[in-house]
């Protein structure tokens, strides 16, 4: 999850209130002006008096955000990973459906019990959605869910075929609540769904 906040703003002769996101690699801030920070341009951040400091090669701003600038520091220079976004914790049950990346499973079974097949109480389920045609396996995938499980659908970014609504809808047509969604890789995004409470 990222971390939002207002706050006062200074980045060269340019000062304002507004609010300020960390959401993915960037910090957003939008209000008296504009400025947006990509973390790969990050020379140096920390927490000085009460302020988030942020160095680029070209620019130094300065967040006003109180006692909580030090969460701001270490939520910027330690990310999570993309296991942390997912959900997947130390002995979690995984079932997989779609060909995944050879580097992903390997690091889904550094942390979790991953399944080459769906099985049934899992923690995770990943469905890797290339087409529109693969959303129509959402109700199958969301039977291997645990109670308090979670349904990640994968799908390819940018595509005029597959789209965020068109997840959305599927999703919800399978009777899940979407509740999170996660930067899965440069080229695809995931959307979490999971059973209602009252349906658990």
């Known amino acids: 999850m990222g971390l939002e906040a207002k706050c006062r703003a200074a ?7 507004g609010k300020l996101q960390l959401e993915g690699e960037s910090l957003l801030f939008r209000g008296d002006f504009r400025l ?16 988030l400091l942020v160095e680029t090669a070209s620019a130094r701003a300065r967040f006003e955000l109180g006692a909580a600038a030090p969460k701001w520091v270490d939520k910027i220079l330690h990310p999570p990973s993309l296991l942390d976004k997912l959900g997947v914790k130390a002995g979690s049950k995984v079932s997989l459906i779609g060909a995944f990346d050879v580097a ?41 869910l645990a109670p308090a499980g979670g349904l990640w659908i ?15 809808n599927a999703g919800r047509a399978a009777g899940l609540k979407d509740n999170k969604v996660a930067s899965f890789s440069a080229t695809h995004t995931a959307l979490r769904f999971v059973i209602p409470v009252a349906k658990r």
């Open 11 to 17: 980045c060269g002769d340019q000062t304002g209130e």
């Open 104 to 144: 992903f499973l390997a690091d889904l079974r550094s942390r979790g019990d991953v399944g080459v097949r769906p099985r049934k109480e899992s923690d995770v389920v990943l469905l890797l959605a290339s087409t529109p045609a693969d959303l129509d396996g959402i109700p199958r995938a969301a039977a291997y």
């Open 154 to 168: 994968v799908y390819p970014k940018g595509l005029k075929t597959i789209t965020e609504m068109g997840v959305l």
């Open 36 to 51: 947006v920070i990509a973390r790969a341009e990050m020379k140096r951040v920390a927490a000085e008096g009460g302020s």
